[in-house]
């Protein structure tokens, strides 16, 4: 239930008092339908078209002007004013019903926006622990369930406030047989209440099999290449076919329970309605006019209890979507690292002599029981080139982090010229950086498009000039189309070394005081490692350059080498004076990548 108010609360927020003057209309609209139907039997009654003896019927005396009437007229003002009285409602419904889809697609929007913005704002750490996929299964099917819950959940409140005054005029109009039918009615939906438990099952079941069918997809799509190449496709099909069997029986197991739940209605309706009209015949002997009475106030009444029912089923199989949704809102408020303000113009740090680690130790997962950095203390100096070395988990990657404070450490502080890195200076401190990851990320678009993502007004001058400087315009200059060439999804149409390169320049486009290079392990060629060389020697004493080096040979002019084992820093200096201290894990690196060297 608290899921459900906090949905409402949402959408009170996003659309105000639109929302009431909706719901009061959609009230009007079930009045209205009341009203035409159940005033129809006195309304005939009194012109005396047909003689009901319908005496001691409530709202008669308000027709009475019509027994002054002659028949001639009175039959056409009484099937006018039903007409009018039909029509109006569904005017009414039309306008109200094109409010709501507005609000509905509004809202939908608004919560979309409000997640994202609270998802795309949530520290790092957040997304490091979170499965991708299960974030996008939010963002796309969970969210779009939970906004069509909430107007289920309005639609509920309209009709049982609507059911409630349709209740109160069948009561004045037929007291027993309506406590009948409501008592009926609730005995009822005492018994089904076993199909809102069911429905919420359903609808946890239906949100677990939406994740991993996209987890499944994903993993898949990104993987492609293995399951080619290593004829995985037959395993991966079952796995497909499972899931979809799993989804299409989830469906109808759905659709089983709603008409099950509406099928007992029915068949109870059916009883009901021939229990009574026996009994108030044989019992009571009822006149025709409380016979009809009995079958409109069945006709009409009964299918809001029965819609009552299916809208809770709808709204019990939904309650699992608000779940998810408040519980992602929730934890990226709880991640949120810098306080929300689109609008804010940051401006990069002018960052003079060092980036410095002093006594930090970091670990991911604060119930391991050793840090992944342990005790780090060194000095990035501005406009130099350092570069980060060790085995593979020996801790690079995120010391890097840590650098551009996308990590926290948990003990010792990151300083930028001495002042430590807070919520003050951490977006500024990133303004300053461009970084190149392992893995570069292209666009499936032109390559000028992909390189202006970050400097949108460069120009053509601009962008060769950060080619250049990037070792990319010579096989930029042989595409057939140039900057305006397409490269494939993702960029698989050109090599990894290219790839890097294109990424290369679009880092130095923004011009960074800081460019930090995860250097490919194994995309490069040695002609691609040859120009990433050729780039970082062009860009050294322009900018401050920290790499992440795979291959030594690239950094063999770092003003600074620092090796890592284990979380540690072991050893720093130049790579010359690395390189001779004899038996140590530099040395040894070296010496494994000659033997491996082709
Ligand atoms: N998200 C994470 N959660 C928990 N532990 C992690 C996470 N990321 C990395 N680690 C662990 O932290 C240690 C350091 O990993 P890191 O990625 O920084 O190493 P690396 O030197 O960059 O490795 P590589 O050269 O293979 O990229 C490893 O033991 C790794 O298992």
Sequence with gaps: ??????????????????????????????LLEGVAILLLIPMISISGIIDLNVDGIPFIGMFSFLKATPVSIGLPVVLSTFVLLVVSQNLLQRKISIRNSIIQQGFLRYIRVETYKKLIYSNWSFF??????????ILTTVIGRASAGTQAVLQ????????????????????????FVLLC?????YFNRTFLKRSFVLGKRNINLSKSYIAG?????????????????????????????????EQVEHMKLRSTSQLYYKIASALFIAIFVYASINLFNAQVAQLMLIIVIFSRLWPRVAGIQASLEQIAAIIPSFKEVKALQNECMDSEELEINVNRKIEPISFQNEIECRNVFFRYNQNEPESTLKNINILIPSYKMTAFVGRSGSGKSTLIDLLMGLNQPEKGDVLVDGVPLSSENLLSLRRAISYVPQEPFLFNTTIRENLTLVEPDASDEQLWESLVFASAAEFVGKLPHGLDTIIGDRGIRLSGGERQRIVLARAILR????????EATSALDTVSEERIQEAITRLKGKMTIVVIAHRLSTIRNADQVIVLDRGRVIQQGHFDQLSQEKGKTFSHLLRKQVELAP
Excluded: C
């Excluded at 490091?128 to 299964?137: C, G, H, M, P």
């Excluded at 009709?159 to 005054?165: D, G, L, N, Q």
């Excluded at 993987?223 to 979809?244: F, M, P």
């Design 1 to 30: 239930m608290k899921d459900v108010v906090f949905f409402l609360k949402q959408i009170h927020s996003y659309a105000g008092k639109i929302l009431y003057l909706n719901l009061a209309a959609m009230i009007l609209i079930g």
């Design 128 to 137: 490091v622990e979170k499965r991708k996929s299960d974030l996008i299964n």
């Design 156 to 179: 509920f409140m309209s009709s049982f406030i609507t059911t409630i005054i349709q209740i109160v005029l069948a009561f004045l109009l037929a007291p027993t047989i309506t406590i």
């Design 185 to 189: 009615g609730v005995v009822l939906m």
């Design 217 to 249: 997809i994903t993993d898949q799509m990104n993987g492609i290449k293995d399951i080619k190449s290593n004829t995985l496709e037959h395993s991966r099909l079952e796995w497909y076919e499972t899931i979809t069997k799993d989804m299409e029986s």
């Design 511 to 518: 011009k960074p005081s800081i460019l930090v290079l995860d």
